[in-house]
């Protein structure tokens, strides 16, 4: 572990390496081991550092079987066997912070109710972990935030120790190690005692805060999710700019947001219904007036129309609602919606057309799919053909049935 800078000092935020290995993987990336380095590799849950060696970007940082992999934007110049490094610090030291952050706050769930954290992630946005509970009340999440932020004010140490297997006994674990040998402990004294190969701040106060976002149950487990340090800051400043334009919007004070949102929704499910009435209404008066439009031809009563841009709803419910006026009537309806064409076609006591089978005929000439009864069908296609036209092939199969 002598090698791994990031043990010795979380802080260290340049250094000087030789390379000791160049190569590419099974995909064809680019990378090159180090004899020593401070880039951190994805693990534990905390994602890998990123940076530069010799100016060239750190793509991705992996350990493979035991060795430091440094993936780069570009390759190293073949005589480069001594580099210098950079850690994108802003980068390492929010990552210190959230997994800092974890620590806690999954201390204070155990503590405080025995929930048990059983799955870490730390994101590019927000942290969750996963408690062994299918149950989070918001009491239970304050009394945890407000413990967790204690300990952070009191500024505690976070220390770092490495132990065998054997001196385990001598800590009160949180959770079992997952490894036998170079076991790392970080520990807050009298709070927290936890296993952990991450990168951490030398105390609690440098989390700065930490504020739980929400939950959500998963199976038989709770998803927290929250952030700590400069991110509590990202989150609030967003909600503040998100609340001052809502303000803005809706002429009302951040104190009653809450009720003018409540009545905006009211509102417009109010003159959402009225406009749906109106639609049916209207939808009545076209139904009545392509009834009385409706021709007689070749002994049968046929009501026929072509529209632009109609749902097929639209032309269901028409029909239906024209056999209600004219229950003898052949209702043969056609949409053109930019390259596609939807049709119905409908009879009311007629019983010797089969519209199944006049839609077939029809759905044919349009590369079309559709259904339905001898009654009542429907059915969409390509715009091969024109809505007139598609008329015109369903007048003359009714005059030749």
């Known amino acids: 572990m002598r090698n791994r800078l990031f043990y010795q000092d979380s802080y260290i935020k340049s250094f000087t390496s030789k390379v000791v290995t160049k190569g590419n993987d099974k995909d064809g990336n680019y990378y090159i081991v180090l004899d020593q380095t401070a880039f951190y590799p994805t693990g534990g849950g905390q994602p890998h550092d990123m940076g530069t060696i010799e100016n060239i970007k750190v793509l991705n940082v992996e350990e493979d079987e035991g060795q430091i992999r440094h993936y780069l934007e570009n390759e ?9 490094g950079a850690i994108d610090w802003e980068r390492r030291f929010d990552h210190m912070q959230q997994h800092a952050g974890q620590h806690i706050l999954s201390a204070a769930f155990e503590q405080l109710f025995g929930y048990k954290t059983i799955g870490f992630h730390l994101g590019n946005e927000t942290v969750t972990i996963d408690l062994e509970t299918d149950i989070l009340s918001d009491s239970e999440a ?20 490495w132990v065998t297997e054997e001196e385990l006994v001598n800590y009160n674990l949180r959770k079992e190690t997952s490894v036998k040998e170079d076991i790392r402990l970080v520990i807050i004294p009298n709070f ?22 929400g939950w959500e149950r998963q ?90 841009n109609r749902s097929i709803q639209d032309l269901q419910k028409l029909a239906r609602m024209i056999l209600t006026e004219d229950e003898e009537s052949i209702v043969l309806l056609v949409s053109e919606n930019e390259n596609r064409i939807q049709l119905v076609c409908a009879r009311g006591t007629l019983d010797n057309i089969s519209m199944k089978k006049l839609m077939g005929t029809a759905l044919s ?27 015109q092939h369903l007048q003359e199969f009714i005059h030749s049935s």
């Open 76 to 84: 190293l110049d073949d005589g480069v066997s001594s580099v210098y």
């Open 365 to 391: 000439l349009i590369n079309g799919k559709g259904g339905g009864s001898d009654s009542f069908a429907q059915g969409g296609g390509e715009a091969l053909i024109s809505g007139k036209q598609i008329l």
């Open 142 to 161: 304050l009394k945890v935030e407000e413990l967790a932020n204690q300990i952070i004010l009191e500024n505690r140490l976070i220390e770092t120790k």
């Open 219 to 308: 199976k038989k487990k709770i998803r927290v999710e929250f952030v700590c340090g400069y991110r509590v800051l990202k989150q609030l400043n967003q909600k503040n700019k998100v609340l001052i334009e809502l303000t803005k919007l809706l002429n009302a004070p951040e104190k009653d947001m809450q009720q003018a949102v409540i009545r905006l929704i009211e509102n417009s499910k109010s003159t959402q219904k009225e406009l749906e009435q109106a639609r049916e209404e209207l939808l009545h008066y076209e139904a009545r007036s392509l009834a009385q439009m409706s021709k007689n031809e070749a002994g049968y009563k046929i009501t026929s129309e072509v529209f632009q």
């Open 192 to 213: 927290d005692y936890n296993g952990c190969g991450g990168t951490h701040p030398r105390a609690t106060g440098e989390v700065q805060a930490i504020k739980i976002l």
